[in-house]
T-cell receptor, first 109, second 115 residues
C-alpha cells in the first residue's frame, strides 16, 4: 500500500530551528512536495524535491533521500507566523499525490 | 493576480438537501482537483480533470458528482449531504500532472456544515 508518515505535532521556540520529518512508501516515485496550511485555510506550496539533496529557499529548506524514502523540511529563525500544519505529499508513478495528515507546528515565544 | 477562487467560503446545508460548490481559476491550468479535508486529516482526492477528461477516485462516494463546463470553472455537487460530509472542500489546479508542472495551487476552500 501507499503511505506517508510524519509526526502529528511538534513544538519549537521562536528564533530556533526545527526539522519536520516525512517517510513515504509509494508505487513509483515522481517527487516530494511540502505544503504549509494555517488553521482554516488552504495549503500553500513550499517546496518540491525530485532529486536527492537539499534545496534551500530562504528560511525554509527541504531534503530528499530517494533510497531511504525520506524527506525533511527545515525551518530556521522560527517566527510566530510559522505556526501551522506542514503537509508532506509524495507523487506516485501515476502522478497522483499521496498526502500525509500533516504535522502541527506550535511556536512558543 | 492569477488565482483560484472558491464560492462560497462557508456553506450551511440541511441533511439531504443538494448543494453545489464552485471553483474558478485564472491560471489557465489544465488540471483541476477537488479534495475533501476533515480536521487534522490529509486532504482526500475526490476527482480530478485533465482538460475535460474526468477521473473519479475509486473510493469517492456516488453522492459526489463533478462538472467542468470549461477550462476556468469546476463544480462539486453533493446530491444528498449527510452529517459525515461536513468538511472543508478544497479546489486546486496544476499546469499538468508530470514532474514539470504538478505543483498544485489551492483555492481558499469552502467549509461545509450539514445540519
Amino acid at each position: 500500500g501507499q503511505n506517508i508518515d510524519q509526526p502529528t505535532e511538534m513544538t519549537a521556540t521562536e528564533g530556533a530551528i526545527v526539522q519536520i520529518n516525512c517517510t513515504y512508501q509509494t508505487s513509483g516515485f515522481n517527487g516530494l512536495f511540502w505544503y504549509q496550511q494555517h488553521a482554516g485555510e488552504a495549503p500553500t506550496f513550499l517546496s518540491y524535491n525530485v532529486l536527492d539533496g537539499l534545496e534551500e529557499k530562504g528560511r525554509f529548506s527541504s531534503f530528499l533521500s530517494r533510497s531511504k524514502g525520506y524527506s525533511y523540511l527545515l525551518l530556521k529563525e522560527l517566527q510566530m507566523k510559522d505556526s501551522a500544519s506542514y503537509l508532506c505529499a509524495a507523487m506516485d508513478s501515476n502522478y497522483q499525490l499521496i498526502w500525509g495528515a500533516g504535522t502541527k507546528l506550535i511556536i512558543k515565544p | 493576480d492569477a488565482m483560484v477562487i472558491q464560492n462560497p467560503r462557508y456553506q450551511v446545508t440541511q441533511f439531504g438537501k443538494p448543494v453545489t460548490l464552485s471553483c474558478s481559476q485564472t491560471l489557465n491550468h489544465n488540471v483541476m482537483y477537488w479534495y475533501q479535508q476533515k480536521s487534522s486529516q490529509a486532504p482526500k482526492l475526490l476527482f480530478h480533470y485533465y482538460d475535460k477528461d474526468f477521473n473519479n477516485e475509486a473510493d469517492t462516494p456516488d453522492n459526489f458528482q463533478s462538472r467542468r463546463p470549461n477550462t476556468s470553472f469546476c463544480f462539486l455537487d453533493i446530491r444528498s449531504p449527510g452529517l459525515g460530509d461536513a468538511a472543508m472542500y478544497l479546489c486546486a489546479t496544476s499546469r499538468g500532472t508530470g514532474t514539470g508542472g504538478a505543483e498544485q495551487y489551492f483555492g481558499p476552500g469552502t467549509r461545509l456544515t450539514v445540519t
